[in-house]
């Protein structure tokens, strides 16, 4: 049996999510075969007790503390399959690889059968489904939207039509009720919102970790009912080399390319993106685009300075650039020529966005830490919808200066408490053109500054030899014109044996409401804006249990999960439609305004050749008016996903499909409307499929796939198209898919360190 050390190393995904190391209250490494390979899904426990876990998909582990930290050695266990080996441990410090006898090396396709592409975190307190760059192999994944055709909790949405504008929906309810960060930072808020989630390629990201419901206060205030957090790809992670070529049938183009380096005690991942227009489609003949023609250019860069579990210094800093053009409208519209005019109807969109990020801690030993998170983000964007000319500059800074300790006996518990600060200002210029004759009111320049500064404390409370988890969090922030707003949280997680979690959560949150760049239908239709009184921040309420539980049949490894969430608002916005089918009515909602939601989700793995998921979603989201339940629109109640993929031996095949059904949605009210421009209360149901195919060679990755490929298409989606400078014109009524079936090809290359093993 054989034991190396290794140079201090954590486990990166689970330090990202929390911001912070745990080293203190456990011990880290990784178990591997002879030849290195990691063994997913070991066990690894403290000989003579019943404290264990279970390696990730990469073999690492966190293994909490044994019970006397006074000892001079400690003996652990590691069992893969039906090899045990012991290892004598004498610093509980350092990162350590625990290479199992050489019997236990095994084929290629049953090194990873523990963990699948998609899966639950043993590790966090938190439920938190992480999405891995196996699962992101399974779908197109052009961008961060469409990272979730094989998962159940998150909802990709258009909210535009013509612009192909996009956000993430999580229980039902608007993506901007749930926070989505970039390695742990807020950049994704006000303007960037509206096409944010699209500028992110699928090609750089790592993990994706998607948690529902009550989540960390050391984030911010926001994310009422869940949090999306994406962490790009990093030099010493990353192949030294990566391009990504996607075509699809209506002529888009996707190119992305990558260079990930490490010298020493730096690394450095260097990433570049562009998508090219395609065809003008127009299926319907209804004489508008089915797609918009989108262009864009972007360049990514991120530098990190040795590893964050290190005593002394350690720092990553990020920097990021967006230039994007989006097209639509009618197909012989011409920009430039015809925007503002009547010659025909568009819409164009072009901004610029630079960024800037990073994260600076100092461990003073490996029970304290300080750190700072900071990032500035700018857009400029001007944009033509028809007649309406929108204008804007944001700016928005952000920072977090956090201090971590841990404390107690064993060092076990876990206080990170801190100060943040909150600079955004967003300048806004509506004008009409000329030809305007619709008499709307609402041009003019808008203007809103926050400076919010706040201050949270979170503690992470470890019982019964982290049978019992517990986090507890308040923070206290301070809005200029709002005053001070209060916001508690807390997380309990029970594990009564090593194959069932119990988690349950309940906190609160708020926002303000950023008024045109998150409710762009108000500047893409005909309607006028009535704006009945000054909108005060929307709070609400969230709490959820959910149980996971897995075991084994045979071969097969099986993940059964519950979740039940509800969320309660004091204060909503949503702009009222139905009141007059010509105007948006701007207003606060104290009336009751609930969201209930129920996951059932059931996955499972035979080895590497076979996993196969299917997840049903109930959503009960609503209002009472005038003591009537009142159904939000464009949400289905039901929802329903099958999703699977097969491997043939040694890897070289791999087939991939996913289906997903939709329920009945809601519509707004067009009773008022001219019959012409009435449609019916509710929507019809549809299904839509996905299927993929990827060939791996030595370098190459081929992949083929369709998406859509019942081609099912709501028919002529756009209100009142006929006329698109008259009132009742809409485009904005999209409750199912508009462009049809789409099949793409492309391929994936890399070049691997000559030592580096990838999945």
Known sequence: MLMRIKPTLVLLAALLLTATSLQAQYFYGQVTDQKEVPLPGATVVWAGTSIGTRTDEKGEFALPLPPDTTLGQWTITAIYGPARDTFRIDDLKSYWSLMMSAEVTLKE?????????????????????????????????CDLAGCFETQSTVQPTTTNILTNAKELRILGLSGVYNQVLVDGLPLIQGLTYTYGTGTIPGSMLENIWVVKGANSVLQGYEGMVGQITVFPREGGIAEPVTADVLVNSFGEKHLNAALATKKSKWTNYLALHASLPGSRWDRDEDTFLDLPLLTRYSGYNKWRYRKENENGLSAF??????????????TNFQPKNDEGTLNAYGQTVQFRQPEIF??????????????????????????????????????????????????????????????????????EDIGFAAADTLGRSFAGAYYREENIPGLFAENTFHFKDDRWIWVAGLRADRHQTFG????????????????LDIRASLGSGWRTVQLFPENIALLVGSRDILFAETLRPERAWNAGINATRRFKTGEMNWTLTADVYHTRFQNQFFPDYDTNPNLAIIANYTGISHSNGVQLELSTAWSRRLELRAAYNFLDVYRRENGEKVLLPFNPRHKVLGAATFRTPGERWQFDTNVHWYGKQRLPDTSLNPENLQRPDQSDAYA?????????LKRFDLFAGCENLFDFRQRRPILGWEQPFARGFDPSFAWGPTRGREFYVGFNFKVTSKNKLTN
């Open 109 to 141: 396709v049953t090194i990873q059968d523990a963990v699948t592409g998609a899966y639950i975190s043993v590790l966090q307190p938190i439920k938190t489904e992480i999405i891995n760059r196996a699962e992101l192999r399974k779908a197109a994944c």
């Open 317 to 330: 800093i990020g920097a990021r650039y967006v230039q994007e053009e989006r097209i639509g409208g009618q």
């Open 358 to 427: 990073t994260k600076t801690g100092w461990r003073f030993d490996a029970n304290r830490k300080i750190s700072l998170l900071a990032s500035f983000v700018s857009q400029q964007q001007d944009s033509w919808f028809g007649l309406t000319q929108y204008n804007a500059r944001q700016r928005h800074a952000y920072a977090n200066v956090q201090y971590e300790l841990f404390w107690g006996k064993n060092k076990v518990q876990d206080l990170k408490t801190g100060l943040s600060f909150r600079h955004f200002i967003l300048q």
């Open 484 to 499: 001070w707003f209060v916001t508690p949280r807390t997380m309990l997680r029970f594990n009564p044996n090593p194959n």
């Open 688 to 696: 839509v499929a996905g299927v993929q195919v990827r060939r791996a």
